[in-house]
């Protein structure tokens, strides 16, 4: 991979999760970054000294396209989302307004401001319907199984009329489950309420919470719970990285995962692996819009950008995320 210097980089939701790893892998090869966020399931405290941080809201059209304009970005990237497929079906008008909306406001800014490149969170949420493949390449049937899906690919049909009609290049990257942190422990995954599989398992065996709940024990999967492809977080960074080189001419639209898949239960043994302690768990009904088995084939941006997972096994992702929940019971605190 080339590395280019010095260049300025914009980041909306760059105090979550996903983001923060982005804004560190940035800073670590040199670049100046922004951080646009509206703190709503981020933390201050995951943004590292230096980064200019803008508490603004991306549903603010004018506060968002006062942010873009401020200067010259090589690149936009946008983590900002509500992203929960469970919630979504619950609150459907509520998922697809808001990430549409905010999604609308920054593609829109960044285009009337000649930004040229734009980094885009999509999902593996994308091919949910009944039918897929396994694994799930990028001309796989895109057929969302929940309205969070539907709207992040609202999001990237913005994207190709961006694209079309002010020359926008974008990358839309569609991970899978990212999990773990940062392997110099300056960050973690701290979503509040936390729903997600691996950090409710580690905390189930560190004592903190009650029994983990399995959604699902009768699915048509090896051992009937679900199935998710797990890409470390940092090679979601990277794979970001890799992705804004390849889009000086074209836009692009790659799958990330790491192309095995671990069942829920396989999840629950590599936590009680990692951690020598045993989580509790109980079978719970199945959470609504959960495929089966999502599995992510990630060929394309191997091949056309020599992108590839570091951390290929799924201990070394739990072992890292253990890790940090570990060391900071309060994740960034209050
Ligand atoms: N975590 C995963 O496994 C995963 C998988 C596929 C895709 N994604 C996508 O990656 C992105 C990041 O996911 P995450 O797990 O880091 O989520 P997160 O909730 O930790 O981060 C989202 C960030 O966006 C900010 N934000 C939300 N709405 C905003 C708004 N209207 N204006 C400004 N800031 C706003 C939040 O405060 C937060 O800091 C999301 O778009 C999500 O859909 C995540
Ligand atoms: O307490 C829990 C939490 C989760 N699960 C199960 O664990 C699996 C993984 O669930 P997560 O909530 O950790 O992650 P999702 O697969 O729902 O979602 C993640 O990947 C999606 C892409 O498929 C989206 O992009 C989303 O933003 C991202 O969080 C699912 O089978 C879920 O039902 C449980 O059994 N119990």
């Known amino acids: 991979m080339k590395v280019t210097l010095g260049m300025r980089y914009l980041v909306t939701g760059g105090a979550g999760f996903v983001g923060s790893h982005v804004v560190l892998a940035l800073l670590d090869q040199g670049h100046e970054v922004c951080v646009l966020d509206n703190l709503s399931t981020g933390h201050r405290a995951a943004v590292p000294e230096g980064v200019t941080f803008h508490h603004v809201d991306l549903i603010d059209y004018q506060a968002t396209k006062n942010v873009v304009s401020q200067g010259r970005w090589d690149a936009v990237l946008h983590f900002a989302a509500i992203s929960l497929v469970g919630d979504s079906m619950q609150a459907p008008f509520h998922y697809l307004r808001q990430n549409y909306l905010t999604g609308l406001n920054i593609v829109q800014a960044c285009s009337e401001a000649g930004v040229r490149k734009f980094g885009f969170s999509s999902t593996a949420a994308l091919f949910g319907g009944p039918e897929r493949p396994d694994p799930i390449g ?111 001419t074209r836009s692009v639209a790659y799958n990330i995962g790491n192309g095995r898949g671990y069942s829920n239960f396989e999840i629950i043994q590599s936590v009680e692996r990692v951690s020598g302690c045993k989580v509790p768990w109980k079978a719970a009904p199945r959470r609504q819009g959960d495929p089966a088995v999502l599995i992510a084939d990630s060929t394309t941006i191997q091949r056309e950008t020599g992108w590839a997972p570091k951390f290929e096994k799924l201990d070394q992702i739990v072992e890292s995320a253990f890790r940090w929940r570990k060391a900071h019971p309060n994740g960034y605190g209050d």
């Open 138 to 248: 990028e001309t796989a049937e895109i057929q969302p199984g929940s309205p969070y899906g539907e709207s992040k690919f609202l999001i990237e049909r913005i994207l190709q009329w961006a694209d079309s009609a002010y020359g926008l290049k974008s990358a839309c990257l569609r991970y899978f489950n990212a999990a773990g942190s940062d392997v110099a422990g300056r960050a973690g995954e701290d979503h509040r309420p936390e729903t997600h599989l691996v950090p409710l398992a580690i905390d189930a065996a560190l004592g903190r919470r009650p029994a983990l709940k399995i959604f699902g024990t009768d699915y048509p999967t090896r051992d009937g719970s679900c199935i998710r492809d797990y890409v470390h977080v940092a090679d979601v960074a990277e794979a970001h990285i890799c992705a804004l080189e390849q889009i000086e």
